[in-house]
């Protein structure tokens, strides 16, 4: 379902109290708009961490954007100690996508990107191998190859995020390289990420032959949020598949490529769609 253009967002965590839900939507019905869609959790009965989502729509707005975030935090936010987010639908989100040489993902997210199902500009991808051009280039996408070794990674990086600038998302499909700390530092929340398994499984090298080598029964992969410490990231999704002894590595693979890039897909357009609380190390997804 597309999202009109005239649809806004607001995310709040606070501590929890009384009277919340009112405050907000009676400030909300004051300045002239419609609320169509709210969500909410509480982490316990009393004096927990609230959190809420709602969507409404601003056709009939009566003062500006900016007029209106300001007002909310002065007579709403503060009073209830608000930790809070307003977005418009309107602003599309500029997204890059940094790959390596699995194409399964990247394409999962071209495809539904050029179906208009994930509401986003995507600007660029780039790799650390050039194998993919053409078939980035088939969609209308910049390509950009920016080789990385041992030697060159500092410098490597730079022109990354030299590329990067300008974007609000920055989506790693499979690329084969870990970032920096610095690199991460300055992405905070803005970089996702999928891994190839229920973290922290099967982590470096041949996954899938390493879960053969297990016996295991199930396969998965987790989206998430890429932080300093490696795959320890806030999760924002994950799925499994089921398999048996008479699958193979190759078997294996398949499968565990198409939960991937459903979960990937997934968590990118709930980010998009400000659906994502990250709440210490964890998520609240509102989907």
């Not at 509401?119 to 209308?140: A, M, R, Y």
């Not at 998302?169 to 398994?197: C, E, G, T």
């Amino acid at each position: 379902m597309s999202i009109p253009n005239t649809t806004a967002r607001l995310l709040i965590t606070c501590p929890d109290k009384p009277g919340i839900v009112s405050a907000v939507s009676s400030f909300l019905y004051n300045h002239g708009v419609n609320i169509t869609d709210l969500d909410q959790h509480s982490t316990q009965a009393e004096d927990g961490t609230y959190f809420m989502r709602l969507e409404f729509q601003t056709p009939h707005l009566e003062h500006s954007r900016r007029v209106l975030g300001k007002e909310f935090g002065e007579t709403v936010a503060t009073h209830y100690n608000m930790d809070w987010r307003l977005s418009f639908a309107a602003d599309v989100k500029k997204v890059a996508i940094l790959v390596s040489r699995f194409d399964h993902a990247l394409l999962e997210l071209l495809w539904r990107w050029s179906r208009c199902t994930l509401p986003c500009q995507i600007t660029s991808v780039i790799s650390n191998h050039p194998d993919l051009e053409n078939d980035v280039k088939s969609f209308g996408v910049q390509f950009h190859h920016v080789p990385v070794t041992k030697d060159n990674k500092v410098e490597a990086e730079a022109r990354i995020n030299e590329l990067l600038q300008g974007n609000d998302l920055v989506v790693l499909a499979r690329y084969m390289q870990v970032l920096s700390s610095d690199f991460v530092a300055k992405w905070p929340h803005k970089i996702i990420n999928i891994h190839h398994s229920f973290l922290p499984a099967f982590v470096g090298a041949n996954p899938y032959q390493q879960a053969h080598d297990k016996g295991v029964k199930l396969i998965g992969a987790t989206a998430h949020y890429v932080t300093a410490d490696l795959d320890q990231g806030p999760i924002i999704e994950q799925d499994v598949d089921r398999v048996t002894h008479r699958d193979e590595v190759d078997s294996l693979r398949d499968m565990g490529q198409d939960v991937e890039r459903n979960v990937l897909a997934r968590a990118v357009k709930w980010h998009l769609e400000e659906r994502i609380i990250v709440h210490g190390n964890k998520t609240i997804v509102f989907n």
